[in-house]
Nanobody, 121 residues
Framework: QVQLRESGGGLVQAGGSLRLSCAASGRIFSINAMGWYRQAPGKQRELVAEITSGGTTNYTDAVKGRFTISRDNAKNTQYLQMNSLKPEDTAVYYC???????????????WGQGTQVTVSS
């Protein structure tokens, strides 16, 4: 079983920055893609950014040029650096990891518990 633990959320003024971290632990054989989703009140969960095991990244248009996703494969940890934050970035941010817990196990999407990011105007 793989567990994901997020940290780094909080309250920040518009234009400020936050850095989210998501560490994977437990029984890990391999981790493929990792990424972040967010869900604002009354809205559907949406993809924010994702990164492959080889480092290829993908961002939703709303955060391009402001957010940067990265990962440290040795630490099984991913990061989301969020700059120039806007009130519309306010949401609960969830990290995920597509991982295998053993060589015979199928790939599975594991999720963190979510961390609140609030951007005040």
């Amino acid at each position: 079983q793989v567990q994901l633990r997020e940290s780094g959320g909080g309250l920040v003024q518009a234009g400020g920055s936050l850095r989210l971290s998501c560490a994977a632990s437990g029984r890990i054989f391999s981790i493929n893609a990792m990424g972040w989703y967010r869900q604002a009140p009354g809205k559907q969960r949406e993809l924010v950014a994702e990164i492959t095991s080889g480092g290829t990244t993908n961002y939703t248009d709303a955060v391009k040029g402001r957010f940067t996703i990265s990962r440290d494969n040795a630490k099984n940890t991913q990061y989301l650096q969020m700059n120039s934050l806007k009130p519309e970035d306010t949401a609960v941010y969830y990290c995920y990891a597509n991982a295998r817990s053993s060589w015979w196990a199928a790939e599975f999407d594991y999720w963190g518990q979510g961390t609140q990011v609030t951007v005040s105007s």
